[in-house]
């Protein structure tokens, strides 16, 4: 790229406008107006020093350094410089000389290395918000440089939170928020061109702002149903997750938690614990009550007829309504079956063998409604199968087996002195019947 330097009229031969160059590119020092009378000399000098001086019947006389890099118009009086360097940077003053007093000007010159290789880092790249504070330099080859920090299209300014250091070439963030990511621009320039280069920084923070779902949402929930709690939190890298029940931690990790076919017991104050493995920070979510409805049943089985049983419908929470049903048909209170006063329980006394079957109580409140199921069992006071065998002794032998249920006390047992005495009693007169039927058909 050449320059070429213009006249502003009345100012003399050269302009009071600096002139700018590049480093190994040209200028021309354009003389405008010049004299009308024929040259005599004209000399061209730097900061004083001699570029040219031609004419006066001699030979040029060029400066040292300058051989091979000018080019004089000996009919205008401008000048070209080539091939810059930094050090050509000064004043330029030219003197032409006619028939009386010279023409005189002078002007600067500024030479600039171009802006070029840029580069950002960062001291440090493992960053946690709150906790950490980063530097950033940039740097550039080139001369007379500006440097200029922006953050999208804000720049910066130093600030509590913000230092800037070397001639603005380093920028300073004291204790890093993840709103400084950026990308962070560094932008150079001098008079010749810019350039600009960007970074963006990794920060960790969080876990925060931890949010549980269930699905579906409800305030009961019948035995068998199906849910799934769900965790988020605002985190970078993101939350690892865990589940606690009732604030112990269960085995189940990740961010969702799925309870098919729910029971009674598990029941409870649900929640999410986050951890994030960079910043080393914890957030646990509010609780979310999980209830499930269920029908228990005293004293525990067996249960046996001529007993009592007592079926209680429970769930946590506000309970408006509670109605039982026994194999499908409502339940009705009796002589034997009798319902508490808020009818959370049913209790049967005594037990009849007909009283097995499916008892269900349906809990409702203003928001939701549910059942809950047992399938009672009602067994004989003493249900047991006895087996006799009978040997009987003739030339032609036979074995008689007698099969017969005996139904004890209800004092802890069978009678056994009733079945030894009465029951073998009754045996032994099979048993004769058995060896005569035998022995009459030999």
Not at 35 to 51: D, E, I
Not at 53 to 76: E, M, P
Not at 118 to 133: G, H, K, Q, R, Y
Not at 408 to 437: D, E
């Amino acid at each position: 790229m050449d320059y070429y330097l213009r006249l502003c009229y009345g100012k003399g031969l050269l302009p009071a406008e600096s002139m700018v160059g590049e480093v190994t590119h040209n200028v021309t020092f354009t003389i405008v107006n010049p004299p009308n009378a024929a040259f005599r000399t004209v000399a061209w000098t730097a900061n004083g020093t001699n570029v040219i001086t031609s004419g006066g019947g001699t030979a040029d006389a060029i400066g040292t350094g300058y051989v091979g890099r000018i080019t004089l118009n000996s009919t205008t009086g401008s000048l070209e410089l080539r091939n810059l360097v930094l050090s050509d940077t000064g004043e330029y003053a030219v003197s032409i000389s006619t028939i009386g007093k010279p023409d005189e000007g002078t002007t600067t010159l500024r030479v600039y290395a171009p802006v070029s290789k840029m580069t950002i880092t960062a001291n440090n790249i493992d960053l946690v918000e709150f906790n950490s504070s980063v530097s950033l330099s940039c740097s550039s080859s080139g001369s007379s440089l500006s440097y200029r920090w922006l953050n999208g299209s804000s720049e910066f300014t130093a600030s509590d939170g913000v230092q800037l250091d070397d001639g603005n070439s380093t920028l300073t963030i004291v204790r890093v928020t993840r709103y400084d990511q950026g990308p962070f621009w560094c932008i150079v320039s001098n008079p010749i061109n810019s350039d600009s280069e960007s970074i963006t920084l990794t920060i960790s923070y969080g876990p925060e702002n931890i949010k549980l779902k269930v699905t579906p949402l409800d305030v009961l929930y019948g035995s068998g149903s199906d849910l799934t709690l769900s965790c988020s939190a605002e985190s970078s890298p993101p939350a690892q997750f865990q589940w606690a029940l009732n604030g112990e931690l269960l085995s189940n990790q990740g961010p969702v938690l799925k309870l098919e076919n729910i029971q009674a017991s598990q029941s409870g104050r649900y929640s999410c614990w986050a951890h994030n493995t960079r910043t080393l920070r914890y957030q646990t979510s509010e609780p979310s009550d999980i209830t499930v409805a269920k029908l228990t049943i005293s004293p525990n089985p067996p249960i046996i007829e001529g007993g009592s049983v007592t079926l209680t419908c429970d769930a946590s929470g506000s309970i408006s309504n509670r109605d039982w049903m026994k194999d499908g048909q409502p339940l009705s209170p009796s002589e034997r079956i009798i319902f508490s006063e808020d009818n959370k329980t049913v209790s049967i006394s005594p037990l009849n063998l007909t009283d097995s079957g499916i008892f269900l109580c349906h809990l409702a409140n203003l928001v939701s409604n549910v059942n809950a199921s047992y399938n009672l069992a009602v067994s004989c006071e003493y249900d047991t199968t006895y087996t006799c065998t009978v040997y009987a002794q003739s030339h032609r032998c036979m074995v008689l087996s007698l099969f017969f249920a005996v139904k004890g006390s209800t004092q802890g047992g069978p009678n056994v002195g009733a079945i030894v005495g009465g029951s073998l009693g009754a045996v032994a007169v099979v048993t004769v019947i058995g060896v005569v039927a035998a022995m009459k058909k030999g």
